[in-house]
Every structure is written in structure tokens, then in C-alpha cells.
């Protein structure tokens, strides 16, 4: 069994302070891990995954997430958020033993960026 | 690259028609493809799991008469809504899996259906 949680289900910063999106996981082996973001009425837009290696992973726009497997987690962060940084974010996870190559979703944060 | 289309963006129709919608991975081929619903500020619930050249693989509680899928092609997969009913409007996504060695999905813009 894989899930994926995201504790908050809204994030208000001010433009130009960092940013941090929370994502703890389960899995019963070990996890391919993903974040996605969602503007409105559009599909999701693939930001970063972590798959192996270091644990922090860079990817679009300025974001990075550090995957933690003793707490379980992979928390997306941007050093300065951006006005167009709002938007709703999904992290996702996939049991690398898994042979279905489905993901798993959280409910989803949104981010609010105000200027 | 990992670009991934589907048309229409937008569909309204009558009750009790039916409606296609098409994705297509236009830069890659996709040897399986996703379909997912998802409410308004709701998370992806996935529909089915696609495979070109073979039946999909539907989620519990999906009804396959109802949501047919065809993976005719290493490029398109469609999901044809029979008979839709209000209850069915919803934003329907798809997605592709470039190499299953990496497990990155992409996905489409989505499709908002809407049943009258």
C-alpha cells in the first residue's frame, strides 16, 4: 500500500519569503516521490521527483524538495516565493516495487503568494 | 519534451449522449497511459490504467461499460463517456508515462465536461 499526506491544505506567504510545502508518504518498499503543480483548469505541470541519490532535488522554477526517509517526508521549498507561485500543489508517490506504475496523490496544498 | 495533449479542453452535452476525448502524447511514445477525475479542489482520482494493445485496467468502483477506454497507439489513448449523465460532469486528465524506468508521468491540460 502507498499514500501520501499533505498536512495543510492552504499556504500564505508574502512574496519573496521562502516558501514550504509539506508531503509525508507510506510505502512498503521504497518510494519514487513527485511534485506537481496545478494552475486553474489546466492538467498538473511536473516540477521534480526523486527517484535516487541526493536527497535534495533540484527542479523548475526555483523549487528543491529533500527527501527524509527516517520522518517519511519530501517537503518542497522555493528560497523566494513569486506572485505566480500560487497555485495548487500535489506531491505523489510510487511504491518502486510496485509493477503498476500508478501513483499515489494527497489531497493537495494551495498556495497563496501575495504581493 | 513529455508533451501531452487532449482534446477537446472543454464539452458541454445533453444527457444521455455520449463523449470522446482524446489524448495524445505528442513527443514521446507512451506505452501506458492514465485516466483520473478530479472534483473541484479535490485531489486525481484515477479511472484506469491504459495500455496500448491491451484492455485497460479500471479502478474499483469504475464502471468500464460506462468509461471505455482504447489504446490504439503508442501516441493516443481515448475515453468515451456512454450515455453521460450530470453526475458525470467533471474534469477528466490524462496522463503518460514516457519510460516506465523513470515512472515520470506527464500529463494533459485536462478536459471539463459538462452534461445538461
Known amino acids: 500500500a502507498q499514500s501520501v499526506a499533505q498536512p495543510e491544505d492552504q499556504v500564505n506567504v508574502a512574496e519573496g519569503n521562502p516558501l514550504t510545502v509539506k508531503c509525508t508518504y507510506s510505502v512498503s518498499g521504497n518510494p519514487y516521490l513527485f511534485w506537481y503543480v496545478q494552475y486553474p483548469n489546466r492538467g498538473l505541470q511536473f516540477l521534480l521527483k526523486y527517484i535516487t541519490g541526493d536527497n535534495l532535488v533540484k527542479g523548475s522554477y526555483g523549487f528543491e524538495a529533500e527527501f527524509n526517509k527516517s520522518q517519511t517526508s519530501f517537503h518542497l521549498k522555493k528560497p523566494s516565493a513569486l506572485v505566480s507561485d500560487s497555485a495548487l500543489y500535489f506531491c505523489?508517490?510510487?511504491?518502486?516495487?510496485?509493477?503498476?506504475?500508478?501513483?499515489?496523490f494527497g489531497a493537495g496544498t494551495t498556495v497563496t503568494v501575495r504581493a | 519534451g513529455a508533451v501531452v495533449s487532449q482534446h477537446p479542453s472543454r464539452v458541454i452535452c445533453k444527457s444521455g449522449t455520449s463523449v470522446k476525448i482524446e489524448c495524445r502524447s505528442l513527443?514521446?511514445?507512451?506505452?501506458?497511459m492514465f485516466w483520473y477525475r478530479q472534483f473541484p479542489k479535490q485531489s486525481l482520482m484515477l479511472m484506469a490504467t491504459s495500455n496500448e494493445g491491451s484492455k485497460a485496467t479500471y479502478e474499483q468502483g469504475v464502471e468500464k461499460d460506462k468509461f471505455l477506454i482504447n489504446h490504439a497507439s503508442l501516441t493516443l489513448s481515448t475515453l468515451t463517456v456512454t450515455s453521460a449523465h450530470p453526475e458525470d460532469s467533471s474534469f477528466y486528465i490524462c496522463?503518460?508515462?514516457?519510460?516506465?524506468?523513470?515512472?515520470?508521468?506527464?500529463f494533459g491540460p485536462g478536459t471539463r465536461l459538462t452534461v445538461l
Open positions: 496522463s503518460a508515462n514516457r519510460q516506465a524506468s523513470t515512472d515520470t508521468q506527464y
Open positions: 513527443d514521446f511514445q507512451a506505452t501506458t
Open positions: 505523489a508517490v510510487r511504491d518502486i516495487g510496485s509493477n503498476d506504475y500508478k501513483l499515489s
